[in-house]
């Protein structure tokens, strides 16, 4: 039996004046011309009309959009920055009102958008969990039934009675999620805040939200650039690209289409005049060399830079690492251990440097970029961390995914190792 519409979007769009503010020269002549003019009121606005100080230009946020979405279903939302993901969950939780369109949706709503949203700064945790709960329509007796397992999932008994403009933003983020969850909205929307909270809170909310889906017939709306946590929990994922719907369906499907088409050129990086070998440019790169941020977990990829070597040198050391989104180092290499120890010799000129890493071999997950360059024998380093950021993107098919959806998730490599199996029994 199909499941009702909860939520109906059509021909939504979002329209937002921008102001550019342009420096201009006015002759005093002409401003004390306007002042016996106008009334003061105006003069202000003709003096900056003359001046050309503002222009007004008109963005869509947001453009005919046009979607349905069932009661119970995950649905994930991607797309680069600026796609417009979060106006529209502005919008679906009534922060910001549409300039074209409308929206129905059927039963109470829970959001959780930015840090601290819904909350009072002087009031404290206890005091928060009772004021989300009325904002939610729901009784003090109701609330006070829930109270315990709110805070047992947050994990911040200790600090109950603090106001929470003391807390931390993980703070806030593990009280603001457990509220919502715990309150039984009919549809619960979460943006990208979740990634401001600890690698174990995260797969915490991940393993709830699949539960109050599963249990209680829910609707979840889920931004975040983790797409393997899209992957994941979501069995139906919408592609945002310039406010438009590039695309909406299976997820799998979805998520291959992305990949397929986001690129980046990489990241320019500030040489240090200081330094005899400096980076100037770090990109990710797929099997085929071309520039991207998004990496399918079973294909190949490289890790590329470009730096200056300022002052002819001998023994220079070029060093990659990464870090996944639990802060754990997963990889270091050294361009030196294929050169046994060094190089020969480096003039002075622009270099390239490429270091291939193969697939199946890197956990899904978000990973940070390392450079470093080394003269060996002195302390001239050029040491650039966290340079850029890409994703190792599960596709459902790693040789361990049968194992489960969280089973894994401390690991940070996935490998093959050689197996040997020998009967110890004699006939």
Same mark, same amino acid.
């Given at each position: 039996?199909?499941?009702?519409?909860?939520?109906? /979007?059509?021909?939504?769009?979002?329209?937002? @004046?921008? @102001?550019?503010?342009?420096?201009?020269? /006015?002759?005093?002549?002409?401003?004390?011309?306007?002042?016996?003019?106008?009334?003061?009121?105006?003069?202000?606005?003709?003096?900056?009309?003359?001046?050309?100080?503002?222009?007004?230009?008109?963005? !869509?946020?947001?453009?005919?959009? @046009?979607?349905?979405?069932?009661?119970?279903?995950?649905? =994930?939302?991607? *797309?680069?920055?600026?796609? =417009?993901?979060?106006?529209?969950?502005?919008?679906? &939780?009534?922060?910001?009102?549409?300039?074209? =369109?409308?929206?129905?949706?059927?039963?109470?709503?829970? %959001?959780? $958008?930015?840090?601290?949203? *819904?909350?009072?700064?002087?009031?404290? *945790?206890?005091?928060? /969990?009772?004021?989300?709960?009325?904002?939610?329509?729901?009784?003090?007796?109701?609330?006070?039934?829930?109270?315990?397992?709110?805070?047992?999932?947050?994990?911040?008994?200790?600090?109950?009675?603090?106001?929470?403009?003391?807390?931390?933003?993980?703070?806030?983020?593990?009280?603001?999620?457990?509220?919502?969850?715990?309150?039984?909205?009919?549809?619960?929307?979460?943006?990208?805040?979740?990634?401001?909270?600890?690698?174990?809170?995260?797969?915490? #909310?991940?393993?709830?939200?699949?539960?109050?889906?599963?249990?209680?017939?829910?609707?979840?709306?889920?931004?975040?650039?983790?797409?393997?946590?899209?992957? &994941?929990?979501?069995?139906?994922?919408?592609?945002?690209?310039?406010?438009? /719907?590039?695309?909406?369906?299976?997820?799998?499907?979805?998520?291959?289409?992305? $990949?397929?088409?986001?690129?980046?050129?990489?990241?320019?990086?500030?040489?240090?005049?200081?330094?005899?070998?400096?980076?100037?440019?770090? !990109?990710?790169?797929?099997?085929?060399?071309?520039?991207?941020?998004?990496?399918?977990?079973?294909?190949?990829?490289?890790?590329?830079?470009?730096?200056?070597?300022?002052?002819?040198?001998?023994?220079?050391?070029?060093?990659?690492?990464?870090? @996944?989104?639990? =802060?754990?180092?997963?990889?270091?290499? +050294?361009?030196?251990?294929?050169?046994?120890?060094?190089?020969?010799?480096?003039?002075?000129?622009?270099? +390239?440097?490429? +270091?291939?890493?193969?697939?199946?071999?890197?956990?899904?997950?978000?990973?940070?970029?390392?450079?470093?360059?080394?003269?060996?024998?002195?302390?001239?380093?050029?040491? #650039?961390?966290?340079?850029?950021?890409?994703?190792?993107?599960?596709?459902?098919?790693?040789?361990?995914?049968?194992?489960?959806?969280?089973?894994?998730?401390? #690991?940070?490599? $996935?490998?093959? #190792?050689? !197996?040997?199996?020998?009967?110890?029994? %004699?006939?």
């Amino acid at each position: 039996m199909e499941q009702p519409t909860i939520i109906e /979007i059509k021909g939504l769009g979002k329209r937002y @004046n921008i @102001n550019h503010h342009r420096g201009g020269y /006015i002759a005093l002549r002409d401003v004390i011309a306007n002042v016996f003019r106008a009334p003061f009121a105006f003069l202000k606005f003709k003096a900056k009309q003359l001046a050309g100080i503002d222009v007004k230009e008109e963005f !869509w946020a947001l453009k005919n959009v @046009n979607i349905d979405i069932k009661k119970g279903e995950i649905v =994930g939302i991607i *797309g680069p920055n600026g796609s =417009g993901k979060s106006t529209l969950l502005k919008i679906l &939780s009534q922060i910001t009102p549409p300039t074209t =369109g409308e929206v129905k949706i059927k039963g109470k709503v829970g %959001s959780l $958008l930015e840090v601290g949203t *819904g909350f009072h700064p002087e009031l404290t *945790g206890r005091e928060n /969990i009772f004021l989300n709960g009325a904002i939610l329509g729901m009784e003090r007796k109701e609330v006070a039934e829930k109270f315990d397992r709110i805070v047992e999932f947050a994990g911040i008994a200790q600090f109950l009675d603090t106001p929470v403009k003391y807390y931390s933003s993980g703070m806030y983020v593990r009280l603001a999620f457990s509220v919502a969850a715990h309150m039984e909205p009919d549809i619960l929307i979460i943006d990208e805040v979740l990634a401001v909270g600890d690698a174990e809170f995260q797969k915490k #909310c991940l393993g709830k939200m699949d539960e109050v889906t599963k249990q209680d017939g829910r609707t979840i709306l889920f931004v975040s650039h983790n797409l393997a946590a899209i992957q &994941s929990l979501c069995t139906k994922t919408i592609l945002l690209q310039k406010g438009e /719907i590039k695309a909406a369906g299976d997820t799998n499907e979805i998520i291959k289409q992305y $990949l397929e088409e986001m690129t980046t050129q990489g990241v320019e990086l500030k040489p240090d005049l200081n330094k005899d070998v400096t980076f100037t440019k770090a !990109w990710i790169a797929d099997e085929n060399g071309v520039a991207t941020d998004i990496i399918d977990v079973s294909k190949n990829f490289k890790i590329c830079a470009e730096f200056s070597v300022q002052k002819e040198t001998n023994n220079a050391e070029i060093s990659f690492g990464l870090k @996944n989104s639990e =802060g754990m180092n997963v990889i270091f290499t +050294s361009l030196s251990e294929k050169n046994k120890g060094e190089f020969e010799h480096l003039p002075t000129g622009k270099y +390239s440097v490429v +270091s291939g890493v193969r697939g199946n071999f890197l956990m899904p997950s978000i990973y940070t970029l390392l450079v470093a360059a080394h003269v060996r024998g002195s302390k001239n380093i050029d040491h #650039c961390p966290d340079v850029l950021s890409f994703t190792i993107a599960d596709n459902g098919r790693t040789p361990m995914s049968p194992y489960g959806k969280y089973g894994l998730a401390h #690991c940070a490599v $996935l490998t093959n #190792c050689d !197996w040997k199996i020998e009967s110890l029994s %004699s006939e």
